[in-house]
């Protein structure tokens, strides 16, 4: 079975952009998450899907948002981007309802200017 | 505000060594706490993970002990190997709360 799989792996932008991430989770994990690590803060949940609804939100301005397909594909977007939003971004498929054995991709490297 | 305070930040041990990692949760509403592994340029993995209706747990070299009265767990890894220098992840997740709440992480380093 092919891994969690996020698009594109690195990506510079500028300050006031916008960007959007894609991930791909496992064939049929229903359960998407997102997380911002960063040398700083670590791991940041950002938000959490299940069947194209978004069940819980992290800590982060409206400015991060995000979407889940009737294919479970998800994608987050980030407007008007920040310094502070260069981070690794990483996505996490789950195939219950549950948390338990969650399966991360490599991350998308964000690096804003 | 739900934390997991983890420790130490970094760590050197020699092969064959065991290394211990602690964390300390404060939220008595967690009931799920996964640890992770994590080589550079790759996401975590998970390794093992406990609930608190038992004190320990084992798979393979890996062992998690549970203190639930302190509210503390910790990482145990026997017989560790140069393979196993990576940054490790504690975690810990509520009933319905649908998200992980993460340590801030201990880079291990087994010298040979």
């Known amino acids: 079975k092919a891994g969690v799989t996020q698009t594109p792996r690195y990506l510079i932008k500028t300050r006031g952009q916008q960007v959007t991430l894609s991930c791909s989770p496992i064939?049929?994990?229903?359960?998407v998450s997102w997380y911002q690590q960063t040398p700083g803060q670590g791991l940041q949940f950002l938000f959490e899907y299940f069947s194209e609804t978004q069940r819980n939100k992290g800590n982060f301005p409206g400015r991060f948002s995000g979407r889940q397909f009737s294919n479970s594909r998800s994608e987050m977007n980030v407007s008007t981007l920040e310094l502070g939003d260069s981070a690794l971004y990483l996505c996490?498929?789950?195939?219950?309802?549950?948390?338990?054995?969650?399966?991360f991709g490599p991350g998308t490297r964000l690096l804003v200017l | 505000q739900q934390q997991v305070k983890q420790s130490p930040q970094s760590l050197i041990v020699q092969k064959g060594g065991i290394p211990i990692i602690n964390c300390a949760y404060e939220?008595?509403?967690?009931?799920?706490f996964p640890w992770y592994q994590q080589f550079p340029g790759k996401g975590p993995a998970l390794l093992i993970a406990?609930?608190?209706?038992?004190s320990e747990k084992k798979e393979g070299r890996f062992t998690i002990s549970f203190n639930k009265s302190a509210k503390q767990f910790s990482l145990h890894i026997m017989d560790s190997q140069p393979g196993d220098s990576a940054t490790y992840f504690c975690?810990?997740?509520?009933?319905?709360?649908?998200?992980?709440?993460f340590g801030k992480g201990t880079k291990l380093s087994v010298i040979p």
């Open positions: 975690a810990a997740s509520g009933a319905g709360s649908y998200q992980l709440t």
């Open positions: 064939s049929g994990h229903r359960s």
């Open positions: 939220n008595t509403a967690f009931d799920y």
């Open positions: 996490a498929s789950s195939p219950l309802a549950g948390l338990e054995t969650q399966y």
């Open positions: 406990i609930r608190p209706d038992v």
